[in-house]
């Protein structure tokens, strides 16, 4: 049974639908035997992978963004499966936290090898009371509000540029989140704090190369739960140019903690998103799901 391709032809800006035909070249001068689907829609998208599983494949691979990938392994989590990433969307921070790199070739190269490993997954639990998994990044604050700009108005902006330009117009409106922080199944003592943003990564980046947590690895069993205290909108611009150009953030207002499960409870209304979509509203309790993914990897 071929490994099988889901594309999103509309993810980087079209750019995944244009790398269709060197994906294909590529596959073809390994000699490595692969079915690529397109598809219009998520309906689509989500009926094409059940239909495989059924036809008994065992080899996923999404091409496009973090969002297509995340579209993927909900899909498939839970099947004694394995999951690759040919990166071509505007965020690929999970394949970059893999050591894949955005190029076709490099990609199809790690996926033709054959090497995998089992990496971590993240589930949050909202107000709902509805589980909801991602892969990367997730928060609430300045960038929850920001994704309804990075998904609309922004949408065909490049990579970072499209959060960073998301994030200053959503500060027009936002008003700092107070909120506590507290870590079940831990000694760790409860935070409360007013923030412009509260995150729980499992990867060092998000947003597009975002580097909120440096120090976040995909298979030690943690989240790094990032809270940036309330700023200044003139600190925020002041922080800009080194966002832009390496993705670092420089500012004495940042807490860093390490946890395997953290609970935000935020006073008023606060949206948590995970990998660029919103899931739910908070209270919500984030957890690591250890080994929850085999992934094809360098």
């Not at 993927?72 to 999970?94: K, M, S, T």
């Not at 980046?205 to 975002?210: A, D, P």
């Not at 989240?223 to 002041?238: F, G, P, S």
């Amino acid at each position: 049974m071929p490994a099988t391709v889901f594309v999103n032809p509309s993810a980087g800006r079209g750019g995944a639908g244009r790398k269709i035909a060197e994906a294909r070249q590529e596959f073809a001068r390994r000699k490595f035997l692969v079915e690529l689907i397109e598809t219009a829609s998520v309906l689509e998208f989500r009926a094409s992978v059940q239909a495989r599983i059924r036809s008994g494949c065992r080899t996923f691979i999404a091409m496009g963004g973090d969002g297509t990938l995340q579209l993927l392994v909900r899909e498939v989590i839970g099947r004694e499966l394995q999951v690759g990433v040919i990166p071509a969307g505007g965020g690929n921070d999970f394949a970059a936290a893999l050591g894949i790199q955005k190029n076709v070739s490099h990609a199809v190269e790690v996926i033709v090898a054959g090497k995998s490993r089992s990496v971590d997954m993240v589930r949050a639990r909202t107000e709902s009371g509805r589980d909801e998994l991602y892969l990367g990044g997730g928060g609430l604050g300045l960038d929850a509000e920001a994704v309804r700009y990075a998904s609309g108005k922004f949408l065909r902006w490049p990579g970072r540029l499209r959060y960073v330009a998301s994030a200053i117009v959503a500060m027009r409106g936002f008003s700092e989140v107070k909120i506590e922080a507290d870590f079940p199944e831990s000694d760790l003592p409860r935070l409360k704090k007013l923030v412009l943003l509260a995150a729980a990564l499992n990867t060092p980046t998000y947003g597009g190369g975002l580097r909120l947590a440096p120090d976040a690895r995909l298979d030690d069993g943690l989240l790094e739960i990032v809270m940036i205290e309330m700023l200044r909108k003139r600190e925020v611009l002041a922080l800009l140019p080194r966002l832009l150009t390496t993705g670092e953030l420089k500012t004495e207002k940042v807490t860093r903690v390490r946890a395997s499960k953290v609970r935000f409870v935020t006073q008023g209304e606060s949206w948590f998103h995970g990998d660029g979509e919103l899931l739910g509203r908070a209270p919500v309790e984030i957890e690591v799901m250890r080994s929850a993914l085999r992934v094809l990897a360098p």
